[in-house]
């Protein structure tokens, strides 16, 4: 199975530096939120998903709630970090087996803002921006 592009994104998140200046990712907004990203991320690990970034390391001697990027692998598209917002530097991804599954799993979504495709060739693109309900693409 080829998956460079989640390797090039695991690649280039590894690289963020934390920080409040340009290019680099400050803190959650409070211990409560740092506590519910955590979470979502332990909750995934649980369900035996693979944590291909793990973010949960970072800590900084000025002290505030950092999470570091995560990228996660989901076996299936019914946990809990795939069907909800996680409001964190928190990527989820479930390799769909078919157009059709993915087509399924972003319009049973409740949340529904949005969907993005990666695709070179637009016949492939216009084909889910049929499909897709979210309210971006």
Known sequence: ENNSLLDSVVEKASKIQPGTGPGRLGP???EASYSKIMSY??????????ILLDGRSWKKDDGGCWVGPTVILHNSSQDKTIRE??????LSVYVASSWEE???IENSNLFGNAASIYT????????????FRAAML
């Open 85 to 90: 917002e996680v409001f964190g530097p928190v």
């Open 120 to 131: 070179t060739n637009g016949g492939s693109a216009q084909w889910f921006c049929g499909r």
């Open 41 to 50: 991320i332990e909750d995934a690990e649980k369900s035996g998903a693979t």
């Open 28 to 30: 959650v907004i409070d």
């Open 102 to 104: 993915a087509v399924q």
